[in-house]
């Protein structure tokens, strides 16, 4: 028997090697690892080998579970950072708001009108609802590291993963005492309050006494960066435990506080405790999605048949683009960010763990029910014979419906989310500035003005504190640190701009941006004339302060309009360039082009293609592939001009 003793040991390990492997593969093709994990399990679990039954751990799972979700919650709300969430203020609350509501419904009416079974009652429809609003950190993050999005994407993909986790965990739980007949229920309201407000309370209090032990408790010099990640991770799994046994699920609400408000504020061996916890939540991850993955009977699968497969279309294509954009109305969010978010939303380990849990406690009043049976006679019998077939019923169809969605979404949507977002073209090349002083400040503003996806890097904590402020991403960290670069997206870089104020640092940053990065656009700023040689020996483009400031007051004696134009904060004038990519416009002469510009904004330069100098086109000249054109005009229509020649929306 595969559960004996002598078997577990082995199977464990084995879960676990095939885990760190599937991660490798995932990490060495760039798609998610979620997507091996269940690949893993359906192979060597019930639906393939056989080598892991519902026997196997027997119910030591849903404590293995359960502990595994308190550290995955906590490390995910470890690096949920406040001032990342002032990304997307508004979208994120209406996701884990008015998205979630509309997930709440929408997928519960799905499920009713998707199932013609009498057991599909309307509690059972808003239970797998309730359990399907979760997309959480599982699944979000394996695909945010392979598909880096602009930074108000990811945050409000990992914030709405989050908080979705902890109240799909509570709702689900205060509706499932609606559909198992062996509970009690005190009032929906009253139930979902005193779980949320148990998992808050119990988190705040170990996150402030795992503060004040990190930060005024000796934890021996020599051994304090180990110490300190045991201390944590004991926190995580302290919380879940204490919350969950005041109130069932209350633990994850728990874990996720403690975590956030941990992450949110300063003590001693962050980087070594997010390291850590990095490490075994992979670890713990791998392990439970296997396994979970290992228990699903293939006739549960079977059984929910087209009814499963319209309610995995209804969630994937209809619910989940329809919340996404009433949930970024009016926001910053590009048509094409809406649209990989709204494709972008697979369900993880919350909705499995707390599915299969249920039913389980359906089965075994199901079998309670039976056994009653067999002691009754007649007509009560018959009903308890009845009941229990109904209840046995409702556990296949909850966790057949769940597992199917869990499935299909996490094999589709993190398979192809770097597909999709590349097609959408979504994952933007990056603007590194290192130095967040009034330079690096003052050149982010300007080029996140018009779209661009600014990295600031610094390492004075009280300028990384007045950037973030500002509502600028920044690294903290040394920009000369391979490490750093790499961290703020040096790999998938266009431009990093060395703008600190040590010439020394600029220029061992440009060779490290042209060396290890091969970034296609370097730009240094030389504080000292005399080095501006040495840094365009290395074909880095210099800008000398000096300089700089002699062509600003040129600009000013000789150019006055044009440059007040420009430059003047609130300017309603620009100039921008951008590649033709636009294949209406190719082949197209200057003199055709011009009418189907916005009014007010006209071509000024043409460069590239065949000419190595930029030029100002005559009426006649023919726009080429490769052609970067200068547009100049009004704020307003040259951003509309560059959507036009660009390609864009």
């Known amino acids: ?135 959480g950190p599982t699944v979000i993050t394996p695909i945010l590291n392979v598909v880096p999005v602009r930074d108000r994407v990811a945050t409000a993909l990992e914030t709405e993963g989050i908080v979705n986790d902890v109240t799909a965990a509570i709702i689900a739980v205060v509706v499932f005492e609606t559909v198992n007949p062996g509970a009690t229920s005190d ?34 010099p020599g051994d304090a960066p180990r110490n300190s990640r045991l201390l944590v991770l004991a926190g995580a799994l302290v919380a879940y435990a204490a919350a969950n046994t005041i109130a069932t699920e209350a633990g994850v609400a728990a ?28 670890l713990v991850l791998s392990f439970v999605f296997i396994a979970l993955a290992a228990q699903l009977s293939l006739d549960a699968l079977i059984d929910v048949g087209l009814a499963g497969i319209a309610i995995v279309v209804a969630v994937a294509l209809v619910i989940r683009p329809a919340l996404v954009f ?67 019923n409702q556990a296949e169809i909850l966790l057949g419906t769940v597992f199917l969605v869990i499935f299909v979404t996490a094999l589709f949507e993190g398979g192809l989310a ?63 640190d391979t490490d750093v670069l790499r961290s703020a997206g040096a790999d998938n870089s266009k431009t ?43 074909g880095v483009r210099t800008i000398s302060s000096a300089m700089a400031t002699a062509w600003a007051i040129d600009n000013q004696i000789e150019r006055p309009a044009i440059a007040h134009w420009m430059t003047d904060v609130g300017r309603t004038g620009d100039v921008q360039e951008v590649e033709v990519l636009n294949e209406e416009l190719i082949g197209e002469t200057v003199r055709d082009v011009g009418p189907m510009l916005p009014e007010a904004c006209l071509i000024a330069l043409v460069s590239g293609g065949d000419h190595e100098e930029a030029q100002v086109p005559t009426a006649d000249y023919v726009l080429q592939e490769g052609d970067m054109v200068t547009l100049l005009g009004r704020r307003e229509s040259v951003r509309d001009g560059m959507a036009l020649v660009g390609g864009g929306d």
Do not use: C
């Open 1 to 135: 028997m595969a559960g004996s003793s002598g078997l577990l040991i082995p199977l464990v390990a084995g879960i676990i090697g095939l885990g760190v492997l599937a991660q490798v593969l995932a990490a060495r093709l760039r798609v998610p690892s979620i997507i091996f994990y269940l690949l893993v399990g359906v192979v060597i679990g019930q639906p393939g080998l056989g080598l892991i039954t519902s026997d196997t751990f027997g119910p030591a799972l849903t404590a293995i579970v359960g502990l595994a979700v308190a550290i995955i919650v906590f490390e995910g709300a470890y690096h949920l950072r406040f001032e990342r969430i002032r990304e997307a203020p508004t979208a994120t609350f209406r996701l884990v708001t008015l998205g979630a509501a509309i997930a709440l419904v929408g997928t519960a009416v799905a499920v009713k009108f998707a199932f013609s079974d009498a057991a599909v009652t309307w509690n059972l429809a808003f239970l797998i609802g309730a359990l399907l609003v979760a997309t």
């Open 187 to 220: 009032g929906l309201l009253q139930a979902f309050a005193l779980r949320l407000g148990t998992g808050l309370l119990v988190g705040l209090i170990v996150a402030g006494a795992l503060y004040y032990l990190l930060q005024y408790i000796d934890l021996s």
């Open 255 to 282: 874990a996720a506080t403690a975590g956030m408000a941990l992450g949110n504020v300063d003590h001693p061996y962050e980087e070594d405790i997010e390291s850590f916890k990095g490490d075994i939540t992979l």
């Open 326 to 392: 009433a949930s970024t109305v009016g926001d910053r969010f590009t048509r094409a960010e809406k649209w990989f978010v709204s494709f972008v939303g697979p369900r993880g380990i919350i909705p499995a763990s707390v599915a299969t849990l249920f039913a389980a406690e359906l089965n075994n009043v199901a079998e309670e029910l039976r056994t009653e049976a067999e002691n009754a006679s007649g007509q009560e019998a018959e009903q308890l014979v009845a009941q229990a077939d109904l209840l046995a």
């Open 418 to 480: 770097r597909f999709i977002a590349e097609k959408l073209d979504v994952i933007p090349m990056r603007v590194i500035i290192v130095g967040g002083g009034q330079v690096g400040r003052a050149l982010a503003t300007r080029l996140e003005d018009r779209g661009e996806n600014v990295v600031i890097i610094e390492e004075d904590e009280s300028i990384v504190e007045r950037a973030r402020n500002d509502g600028f991403a920044v690294e903290w960290g040394d920009g000369t």
């Open 496 to 538: 990093v701009v060395a703008a600190t104020g040590d010439d020394d640092a600029n220029l061992l940053i440009s060779q490290l941006a042209s060396s290890k990065f091969d970034v296609e656009r370097i730009i240094a700023r030389a504080n000292n004339p005399d080095n501006v040689e040495a840094f365009e020996e290395l």
